[in-house]
C-alpha cells in the first residue's frame, strides 16, 4: 500500500504532529509492502531545512504556500497529486487535520474517517478502529474505497522521536503564487498565549468540576506553580471560563504522560481519563468513593482537596 502522511508546517505544534505521524507508522504500517512519503505544508522559506528533520519516511515533499488556510492546502493537494494518487492519507489529530481528511476524501471520491485510533490493511480494504458513544466503545469500521483519507485521534499512538536519515529524497514546490477565486482577500495572524505544551508535562496537578469557583481554581493553580507542577483542568472547569482553554485535559485538550499526576475535585469521565491515562502514577483526591478516577487511580484519597493539597504544599516547601 502507498501511504501518505500530511503535515502543517505553518502550526506550531509541527513536532507534536511529526513525532505523531512516526509513532503511528511505526505501530501500523512499518510492516508488509507498505512505501510512504511525507508531504509537508510551510510559508516560511528559513523553516524548511527545518522541516526535513522532521520527515518520518524515507521521502518527503515540500509545498509552500502563502499560509495556511483550507482551500489553498487542497488546491495545493490536487496540483501535485495528479501524477499519483496515494492509497491512503493520514492527517494530524485535532479539528484541522480532520476538516482537510474530510474534504480531500470527497474531491478524491475515496472515503474517511476521523479521530482513527488503530488501522489494519486487509486486501483492498482498510479496517480502522475509533472510539465512540462518547469514548466508551472501540467501533470497528471497513473503508472499500480509496483512497482512504483518516486523521489521527490524539495519544493513538507513542509520539517517537525522529530518527536523522542519511538519504532522504525531496521534491519541492512552490504554490505561493495567486490562487483563483480566492475569498480571503487581507488576513492578520494575531499570536495566542504563549504556553508551555501540557503533552510535554513530567508532575501535572488538574482540577475539576469538585473546585467549584473560578477563586478556588486559581488557588490551586499557586499551589501547582509552588510545587513546580504544571496545571491542569478537566472540560467542565474550562468550559466554565475558570481558565484558558489551553489548560483542557483529554480528548478535546492536551493527552499526557507525566511521572506523577495529582488529579482534585476530578469525576474521572472516559474522554478525560483518555488524556492521563499513560501517567506513571495518578493521585486521585475526591470526597466521592463512587467516582470512576477513584477506580482508576494508583493512589486514592477520599477527602476535601482542599485540606490534602495544603498539607501535601506544606511537607514539600517546608
Request: proline share 3%; with cysteine; net charge neutral.
Amino acid at each position: 500500500m502507498i501511504f501518505k502522511g500530511i503535515l502543517n508546517g505553518c502550526a506550531s505544534n509541527i513536532v507534536a504532529q511529526a513525532e505523531e505521524l512516526n509513532g503511528f507508522i511505526r505501530e501500523h504500517l512499518s510492516c508488509g509492502d507498505n512505501v510512504g512519503s511525507t508531504i509537508f505544508f510551510y510559508s516560511k522559506k528559513e523553516e524548511k531545512n527545518a522541516l526535513l528533520g522532521l520527515v518520518p519516511t524515507e521521502s518527503a515533499e515540500l509545498i509552500r504556500v502563502a499560509r495556511y488556510q483550507p482551500e489553498n492546502i487542497l488546491k495545493a493537494l490536487e496540483t501535485v497529486e495528479n501524477a499519483e494518487k496515494a492509497d491512503l492519507y493520514l492527517f494530524p489529530s485535532g479539528f484541522a487535520g480532520s476538516e482537510i481528511a474530510v474534504r480531500w476524501a470527497y474531491r478524491m471520491k475515496g472515503s474517511c474517517l476521523v479521530q482513527v485510533k488503530q488501522i489494519e490493511c486487509s486486501g483492498a480494504q482498510l479496517i480502522a478502529k475509533k472510539t465512540v458513544y462518547a469514548n466508551h466503545v472501540l467501533g470497528t469500521f471497513k473503508l472499500t474505497q480509496k483512497p482512504f483519507c483518516i486523521s489521527l485521534a490524539k495519544g493513538s499512538a507513542d509520539s517517537q522521536a525522529i530518527a536523522v536519515r542519511d538519504k532522504l529524497i525531496v521534491t519541492e514546490h512552490d504554490l505561493t503564487g495567486p490562487q483563483k477565486d480566492q475569498f480571503i482577500k487581507h488576513s492578520k495572524w494575531i499570536p495566542t498565549e504563549t504556553t508551555k505544551d501540557l503533552a510535554a508535562a513530567t508532575f501535572l496537578i488538574i482540577g475539576g468540576r469538585g473546585m467549584h469557583t473560578k477563586e478556588n481554581t486559581q488557588n490551586l493553580k499557586k499551589i501547582a506553580d509552588a510545587l513546580g507542577a504544571d496545571f491542569g483542568v478537566s472540560r467542565p472547569v474550562a468550559m466554565s471560563a475558570w481558565t484558558p482553554m489551553h489548560r483542557m485535559i483529554g480528548v478535546s485538550g492536551a493527552m499526557t504522560n507525566p511521572e506523577v499526576c495529582i488529579v482534585a475535585g476530578v469525576s474521572g469521565a472516559a474522554a478525560f481519563y483518555a488524556g492521563i491515562e499513560k501517567s506513571k502514577t495518578i493521585v486521585a483526591i475526591n470526597t466521592d468513593i463512587r467516582a470512576p478516577i477513584i477506580k482508576a487511580a494508583d493512589v486514592a484519597v477520599i477527602d476535601d482537596y482542599k485540606a490534602v493539597m495544603a498539607e501535601l504544599a506544606k511537607i514539600i516547601l517546608d
